[in-house]
């Protein structure tokens, strides 16, 4: 296999015509080093009969396919082979890749992003390799895994206020504040 100088990704063509990316470590720790921590499922059954019912929130928010999720197989392995090579692409880095060309080439200082030949920045992703195949993950695709919808939702007036639990958490939350507004937090 064909090793990379820098810390760049490159493709190599494979067999069948498709591109696979051979993709160098990007943290000094190896998978041995790693420890995933698996999610629990939420005992939603538990807290409704400790009083704590939060369905309404839940399906209000639209997170039941999430919280449904939470019950599926966590692939251990693949997890920890996706974040060492895990690199985050995001304006910043897209800006010192320009800067980066400009001053190997300071003819094309002035120029676009796309008369330098890199397309314009839209959306920060995270992109690493597994077994060869690129993965870019951005806030729609975890929003699609989650099976919720990619947009937040700011609710007020909640017609349950009188929780106990409403209670306990703003109590938490705004511990030794004089302002109980979560914009003051």
Same mark, same amino acid.
């Given at each position: 296999m064909?090793?990379?100088?820098? /810390?760049?990704?490159?493709?190599i063509q494979i067999d069948y015509g498709k591109s696979y990316v051979i993709k160098p470590k990007t943290m000094v720790l190896g998978k041995k080093d790693l420890i995933v921590q698996v999610e629990s499922p939420v005992e939603f059954i538990a807290l409704k009969r400790h009083g704590v019912d939060v369905s309404s929130y839940r399906l209000t928010q639209g997170l039941n396919g999430y919280f449904g999720m939470l019950n599926g197989p966590t692939y251990e392995e693949l997890v920890k082979e996706f974040w060492i090579k895990a690199e985050v692409y995001d304006? %910043?880095?897209?800006?010192?890749e320009e800067i980066e060309k400009i001053n190997g080439d300071s003819s094309l200082k002035g120029k676009t992003t796309e008369e330098m030949g890199f397309p314009e920045f839209t959306i920060t992703e995270? /992109?690493?390799?597994?077994?060869?195949?690129? #993965? /870019? #993950?951005?806030? %729609?695709?975890?929003?699609?895994?989650?099976? +919720?919808?990619n947009e937040g939702?700011?609710?007020?007036n909640l017609k349950n206020k009188a929780?106990?639990?409403i209670k306990t958490t703003y109590?938490?939350?705004?511990?030794g504040r004089t302002s109980d507004?979560? +914009?003051?937090?």
């Open positions: 064909a090793k990379s100088s820098s /810390n760049k990704a490159f493709a304006k %910043e880095t897209a800006k010192y995270i /992109n690493s390799a597994i077994m060869g195949i690129p #993965i /870019n #993950i951005t806030e %729609e695709i975890i929003a699609l895994a989650a099976r +919720c919808s939702k700011f609710l007020s929780s106990p639990w109590a938490a939350f705004h511990k507004k979560f +914009c003051d937090m």
